[in-house]
């Protein structure tokens, strides 16, 4: 399941496995002989040895636990976290963010929200991630969404939020199994403050290299979070926000055609509201209204890898270019 690499990083097998059958006591992370590993994971020393997603951490502080957020108590104290930590234009409203996590989506291309959070020994959580799993379109598998992170600031740098990433990369192979399909990247927006944590697990910046050999940084255009019913236009004060991106292929090539899907799957997730949630003079209307707003990003995201090849960096590849003089441009 896990094993050092010969550079002695830790590496799990995580990608095309096979789905579990019912009742199967295999677990889902076992690799199939499939090519995909990702880097760094887990702390197999801080982790019990099954390495479920739900697990006990030990550090020098005592025990702390990893738990999946499942009733509506908990889903708030992990958003009432996030909220503390991230601008309100980065995170969407407590009752859709509610929503988002605990209804039924049966049948649709996506799962809810699994938010998982580290509880210490007072029962307080003192980190939390938000992140879901959507089939992407075109039969090209499952993206991973990161949508929001935070870490209490007295528990920043222990490595919660490693264990964090791979307690929901596990969830995140199951679901993509449950959608009937297997897990291809994982794609993310992030911060500044989330830059190096990211690159830390596994993560690199996608750029355009461009025919004079100018990078230019792809970023990642954040849909509004909130619509006007009405009209179908984003609501007061929910805008757009462009962020540095980050993906992992597990291992596999990332290609134009990936992000592509990967940002659909964001778009898909982030637009899909279906018609009948409409209202005002012309409910069909305001609905074309709304898709044409994420039809315009997916046409705004497709046109931004034009124009070159599609090249991954990690920050450290991309520092020792620049150090070789190679321009970078970061339309941010
Ligand atoms: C970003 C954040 C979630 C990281 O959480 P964390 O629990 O401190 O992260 P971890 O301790 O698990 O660190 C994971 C890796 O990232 C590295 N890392 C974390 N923060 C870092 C920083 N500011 N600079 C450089 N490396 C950093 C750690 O060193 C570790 O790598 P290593 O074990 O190989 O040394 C946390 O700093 C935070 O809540 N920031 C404010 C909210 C935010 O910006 N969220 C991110 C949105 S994308």
Same mark, same amino acid.
């Given at each position: 399941?896990?094993?050092?690499?010969?550079?002695?990083?830790?590496?799990?097998?995580?990608?095309?496995?096979?789905?579990?059958?019912?009742?199967?006591?295999? =677990?889902?992370?076992?690799?199939?002989?499939?090519?995909?590993?990702?880097?760094?994971?887990? /702390?197999?020393?801080?982790?019990?040895?099954?390495?479920?997603?739900?697990?006990?951490?030990?550090?020098?502080?005592?025990?702390? =636990?990893?738990?999946?957020?499942?009733?509506?108590?908990?889903?708030?104290?992990?958003?009432?976290?996030?909220?503390? =930590?991230?601008?309100?234009?980065?995170?969407?409203?407590?009752?859709?963010?509610?929503?988002?996590?605990?209804?039924?989506?049966? &049948?649709?291309?996506?799962?809810?929200?699994?938010?998982?959070?580290?509880?210490?020994? $007072? $029962?307080?959580?003192?980190?939390?991630?938000?992140?879901?799993?959507?089939?992407?379109?075109?039969?090209?598998?499952?993206?991973?969404?990161?949508?929001?992170?935070?870490?209490?600031?007295?528990?920043?740098?222990?490595?919660?939020?490693?264990?964090?990433?791979?307690?929901?990369?596990?969830?995140?192979?199951?679901?993509?199994?449950?959608?009937?399909?297997?897990?291809?990247?994982?794609? $993310?927006?992030?911060?500044?403050? &989330?830059?190096?944590?990211?690159?830390?697990?596994?993560?690199?910046?996608?750029?355009?290299?461009?025919?004079?050999?100018? =990078?230019?940084?792809?970023?990642?255009?954040?849909?509004?979070?909130?619509?006007?019913?009405?009209? $179908?236009?984003?609501?007061?004060?929910?805008?757009?926000?462009?962020?540095?991106?980050?993906?992992?292929?597990?291992?596999?090539?990332?290609?134009?055609?990936?992000?592509?899907?990967?940002?659909? &799957?964001?778009? /898909?997730?982030?637009?899909?509201?279906?018609? /009948?949630?409409?209202?005002?003079?012309?409910?069909?209307?305001?609905?074309?209204?709304?898709?044409?707003?994420?039809?315009?990003?997916?046409?705004?995201?497709?046109?931004?890898?034009?124009?070159?090849?599609?090249?991954?960096?990690?920050?450290?590849?991309?520092?020792?270019?620049?150090?070789?003089?190679?321009?970078?441009?970061?339309?941010?």
């Amino acid at each position: 399941m896990s094993r050092r690499n010969r550079e002695g990083e830790v590496t799990v097998d995580i990608g095309f496995v096979a789905c579990p059958s019912p009742g199967s006591q295999v =677990h889902p992370m076992i690799s199939k002989g499939a090519p995909a590993t990702i880097r760094c994971l887990l /702390d197999v020393c801080s982790r019990d040895q099954n390495a479920q997603p739900e697990c006990v951490l030990t550090r020098d502080t005592g025990e702390y =636990h990893i738990e999946l957020a499942t009733d509506v108590s908990r889903v708030n104290d992990c958003y009432d976290l996030f909220a503390r =930590h991230l601008l309100p234009t980065e995170i969407e409203r407590k009752g859709r963010f509610k929503e988002n996590a605990l209804l039924d989506m049966s &049948g649709k291309p996506y799962v809810p929200y699994r938010v998982f959070y580290v509880r210490g020994r $007072g $029962g307080e959580i003192v980190a939390a991630y938000a992140t879901n799993t959507v089939r992407m379109r075109g039969n090209r598998g499952a993206v991973f969404l990161g949508a929001y992170a935070a870490t209490s600031r007295q528990y920043q740098g222990v490595g919660f939020m490693r264990e964090l990433y791979a307690s929901a990369l596990m969830q995140s192979v199951r679901d993509a199994c449950s959608l009937g399909t297997t897990l291809q990247l994982a794609l $993310g927006e992030c911060t500044e403050a &989330g830059r190096r944590t990211w690159a830390r697990l596994g993560r690199k910046e996608p750029y355009i290299r461009r025919p004079d050999g100018t =990078h230019v940084a792809v970023y990642v255009v954040q849909p509004p979070l909130s619509f006007n019913l009405a009209t $179908g236009l984003p609501s007061t004060g929910a805008t757009t926000v462009n962020e540095r991106m980050m993906v992992d292929g597990f291992g596999s090539k990332v290609t134009k055609d990936l992000l592509i899907g990967g940002f659909g &799957g964001l778009c /898909d997730w982030t637009g899909r509201r279906e018609s /009948d949630e409409f209202a005002g003079d012309n409910p069909s209307a305001s609905y074309a209204v709304y898709r044409s707003c994420f039809s315009g990003l997916e046409r705004d995201f497709a046109t931004r890898l034009n124009g070159g090849t599609l090249v991954l960096l990690s920050i450290d590849e991309r520092a020792a270019l620049e150090f070789m003089g190679v321009t970078f441009r970061d339309p941010l």
